[in-house]
């Protein structure tokens, strides 16, 4: 099986959990940062201007954050906020749905003419 279909398998198991109220408040804060983000870039600013932590507006960090709440919510997640937990708890949550005790690593294969 392809990888691009093992992720496709893994966010249909995670979406068919998902209910009409928390689809509605995911695509809303999702929302909320376009919104945010327009703006700006109709003003000339890029992306990399936007998301500097030293210029990033207010406004826009605060849909972030809204969005950042509602996809804890979305998964469950109650830990502490930081990155760091928040990675080791979704990196739990893949191998749990995905049966696997940590994430398999994908095969490389040499490019076409090369030799091994």
């Known amino acids: 099986m392809s990888v691009q279909a093992d992720l496709f398998e893994e966010f249909a198991a995670i979406a068919a959990?998902?209910?009409d109220p928390m689809v509605a408040e995911l695509m809303g804060t999702g929302q909320r940062i376009l919104d945010?983000?327009?703006p700006y870039l109709d003003a000339g600013k890029t992306?990399?201007?936007?998301y500097d932590t030293a210029t990033m507006p207010a406004?826009?960090?605060e849909a972030h954050r809204l969005n950042d709440a509602a996809v804890?919510?979305?998964y469950g997640y109650a830990g502490d906020g930081s990155d760091a937990d928040?990675?080791?708890f979704l990196f739990k949550l893949y191998?749990?749905?995905t049966g696997q005790a940590r994430p398999r690593a994908r095969k490389s294969t040499p490019p076409k003419g090369a030799t091994p």
């Open 47 to 50: 992306l990399a201007w936007l």
């Open 72 to 74: 804890d919510r979305a």
């Open 36 to 38: 945010a983000r327009q």
């Open 95 to 97: 191998a749990r749905l």
């Open 86 to 88: 928040r990675a080791a």
């Open 17 to 19: 959990q998902a209910t």
């Open 59 to 61: 406004d826009l960090r």
